[in-house]
Structures are given as C-alpha cells and as structure tokens.
C-alpha cells in the first residue's frame, strides 16, 4: 500500500513539474521605445510570393525526408538542427517515436525552427 502511494505521488510530481517545463513563458521588459517604432513594429511585414514558395519548397522537401529517411533523422539535418540533438534522435529510434511525430507537426504547422 506505501509503495503504491509513493509511486502515485512520484509520477504525480513528475506529470506537474514537466507540464510547467514544457511551457516557458517570455517576461515582458520595458524599454523606452518610442511610439513611432513601436507603430513600426506592430505592422505586418509583407510576404512576397518567392519567400512562400521558397518556404513550401522546404516544407515539401523537409516532409520527403521525414517519410524516407526519418530514421536517419534527414529532415533535421536538412533543417540544420543541431548535431547532437541528430544524433541523440538516431540513437533513441526519434525518441521512440514521439519526437519523430513532434517534428512532423511542427513541419505541417511550419514552426519547425528550420523553416
């Protein structure tokens, strides 16, 4: 019976502590900007057509190498993720499989760092 309330307790804190981990939160700073470059920065920037297409071009090729070679972990080289990170996703089979299917969301979603 201790040895269940203990092991329950041990993977409640661990369930609560990694939810606060994988949400990091940016703190807003003050800076005395003024109201011009504020205006600035608050308007859209302009998406020409040749950066989309260069965009959709690498998700395309990123997603190819996802499917083919995703063992290889491809589509992170490719994007020019970090080597160690690479190898550590060859090592673990792409985390048992759960970091593969994080990046194939994140290329969908285009929030890949690479992209």
């Given at each position: 019976?201790?040895?269940?309330l203990i092991?329950?307790?041990a993977v409640?804190?661990?369930?609560?502590?990694?939810?606060?981990?994988?949400f990091?939160?940016e703190?807003?700073?003050?800076?005395n900007?003024?109201?011009?470059?504020?205006?600035i920065?608050?308007?859209?920037?302009?998406?020409t057509p040749?950066a989309?297409?260069?965009?959709?071009?690498?998700m395309?090729?990123?997603?190819?190498?996802?499917?083919?070679?995703g063992?290889?972990?491809a589509?992170r080289?490719?994007?020019g993720?970090p080597v160690?990170?690479n190898?550590?996703?060859?090592?673990t089979?792409?985390?048992?499989?759960?970091?593969?299917?994080?990046?194939?969301v994140d290329?969908?979603t285009?929030k890949y760092?690479?992209l």
């Open positions: 019976m201790k040895l269940k092991l329950s307790l409640m804190l661990m369930s609560v502590s990694m939810s606060y981990a994988s990091p939160v703190r807003a700073t003050t800076s900007v003024s109201v011009e470059a504020s205006v920065d608050a308007t859209p920037a302009l998406v040749a989309t297409s260069t965009v959709a071009k690498q395309s090729t990123a997603l190819l190498l996802w499917f083919f070679l063992a290889f972990a589509h080289w490719y994007l993720s160690g990170w190898i550590l996703f060859i090592l089979l792409g985390g048992l499989g759960i970091w593969a299917i994080v990046d194939l290329i969908i285009e760092p690479g």
